[in-house]
């Protein structure tokens, strides 16, 4: 049986990546940063009823020895990792001259040097094993920027060019890395918006409506399956026409 990582998977797009991945037969390792990340919280239950294995690992991925600890319990749990997906993800939004550094670097570790972390250890799995899919999760801000997202922007643009670095360095072990790019997708990140910014944002959307997150997890899921054997280091955009 093969196995994905999923990480910040406890609600939002992780935990709606790491359904469908169960759902594609994957056993699943699920990862937040905290064990009341999973309180009054049904995911691994839902996971397992499919008939997958499923695990908690709590860490920070920012830490990069706290990444390295996980990496080495999943490979111990399940016996390998075919699937990574950077996921975890935070924001700290604030006009430039008004954001502080510890906002600026906060979101920084969170966002960008846990990539590094986790496609560091899971990545040396994975040339072990010659095989892999890695996920990460860009968005639309590392792509053309926004205001009030510095912080945001800058570790989601980071991601692409690591995206991109990924798959040239560890392509001839048969490792695809890939990146997906959302727009706005309806999730607890996005509940916090005020309703004048949730408004002109909608106005902006071709599809008049913002995006769920099952439809990442359809991306995800293509993207980690064999019909994308030959997609590396790409970037796809899920905005439903947010950019164009
Ligand atoms: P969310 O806030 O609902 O979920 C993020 C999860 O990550 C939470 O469960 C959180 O506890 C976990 N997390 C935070 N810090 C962590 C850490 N240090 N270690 C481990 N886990 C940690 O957010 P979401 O909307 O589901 O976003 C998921 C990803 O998608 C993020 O990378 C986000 O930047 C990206 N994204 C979201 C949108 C959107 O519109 N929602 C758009 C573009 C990109």
Redesign the pocket.
């Known amino acids: 049986m093969a196995t994905a990582i999923i990480?910040?998977?406890?609600?939002?797009?992780?935990?709606a990546i790491a359904l469908r991945l169960a759902k594609d037969g994957y056993d699943i390792a699920l990862?937040?940063?905290?064990e009341s990340?999973f309180e009054n919280n049904d995911i691994a239950d839902k996971i397992k009823a499919l008939g997958v294995k499923c695990e908690i690992y709590i860490?920070?991925?920012?830490k990069h020895d706290k990444c390295e600890e996980m990496v080495k319990k999943v490979k111990a749990d399940f016996g390998s990792i075919d699937v990574l997906v950077n996921?975890?993800?935070?924001?700290r939004d604030g006009l430039l001259a008004r954001m502080s550094e510890e906002q600026y670097d906060l979101v920084i570790s969170?966002?960008q040097k846990?990539v590094f972390n986790m496609t560091k250890f899971a990545g040396a799995v994975m040339m072990k094993q010659r095989s892999g899919k890695i996920i990460n999760?860009?968005?639309?801000?590392g792509l053309y920027g926004n205001a009030g997202q510095m912080n945001?922007s800058a570790s989601?643009a980071a991601i692409i060019g690591m995206t991109k670095t990924t798959a040239k360095e560890l392509g001839s072990r048969g490792i695809t890395c890939n990146a997906v790019?959302?727009?706005?997708?309806?999730?607890?990140?996005?509940d916090k918006l005020s309703d004048e910014m949730k408004s002109a944002i909608l106005n902006m959307i071709a599809m008049k409506r913002y995006?769920q997150?099952e439809e990442?997890a359809g991306v995800v899921s293509f993207l980690a399956s064999d019909d994308a054997s030959y997609v590396t280091g790409q970037v796809i955009e899920i905005s439903g026409g947010l950019s164009m």
């Open positions: 990480t910040g998977s406890a609600r939002g797009i992780g935990a990862n937040d940063v905290a990340c860490a920070d991925v920012s996921n975890a993800g935070i924001t969170v966002n846990s999760l860009a968005s639309v801000a945001y989601k790019a959302p727009g706005f997708i309806e999730t607890p990140m996005t995006g997150v990442i």
